[in-house]
């Protein structure tokens, strides 16, 4: 992989409400990769690798949560991952440093109604190394959009990523190195690099 084309970013949800115990969408998987997102995200930082943190943040009423989501959210509600809440927050071990840049989303794949492959495209950018939870959701919808806008290299960390159970997470990494998606370790990605 060429780093000086190469972005990386949390594709996130690395947020309190999808990993901590009492997080109102926990992802089961998701509390066991922090220590390796933390580790991925020094490393790219010390290789210069632009980082991305793709987050999800709704409006506190609701009004920009998928259909079947919006029974969560409402007066009096806190629904999950609302804007400025404590479950939209990343967790400890995780920061938005200077230089990162800091994408919101309100769907499932980090392209979808958002501005980031012309901003990965204005930046020179066409590989994309991604991390976080939930491997068949956010991250695959976001790995098959990228693959189809062309990416030259698309990279998931198998070990920096995860879903409710392994054999969820394994058979969606599956499906996506089937269709020509590296699928290294962190260990390999860092020597790869190295």
């Known amino acids: 992989m060429c780093i000086s084309d190469c972005c990386y970013w949390g594709c996130g949800l690395l947020q309190k409400d999808f990993v901590e115990e009492d997080g109102l969408t926990r992802v089961d998987g ?7 997102v933390i580790k991925a995200v020094e490393v790219a930082r010390e290789l210069g690798i632009f980082v991305v943190w793709v987050v999800r943040e709704h409006d506190p ?14 007066p009096g509600k806190i629904g999950p991952i609302s804007e400025g809440s404590v479950g939209a927050e990343l967790v400890d071990g995780l920061v938005i440093k200077e230089g990162d840049y800091k994408l919101v989303k309100t769907r499932f794949s980090a392209f979808f109604a ?3 492959h012309s ?3 204005s930046n ?3 590989s994309v190394v991604i991390v976080g ?8 919808q976001t790995v098959f959009d990228a693959v189809a806008l062309d990416y030259q290299s ?3 960390l198998v ?11 394994f058979a969606n990494i599956r499906d996506m190195k089937n269709v020509g998606v590296a699928t290294p370790t962190l260990q390999e990605w860092c020597e790869s690099n190295a």
């Open 133 to 140: 939870v939930q491997t068949p959701n956010c991250i695959r």
């Open 114 to 116: 958002t501005h980031l």
């Open 61 to 74: 009423l609701g009004r920009d949560v998928e259909l079947f989501r919006r029974h969560l959210y409402g």
């Open 124 to 126: 020179g950018i066409n």
């Open 119 to 121: 901003f990965l495209q």
């Open 154 to 156: 698309v990279t998931v």
């Open 159 to 169: 070990d920096a990523t995860a879903a409710a159970t392994p054999d969820i997470h």
């Open 30 to 36: 998701g509390k066991a990769i922090v220590p390796s």
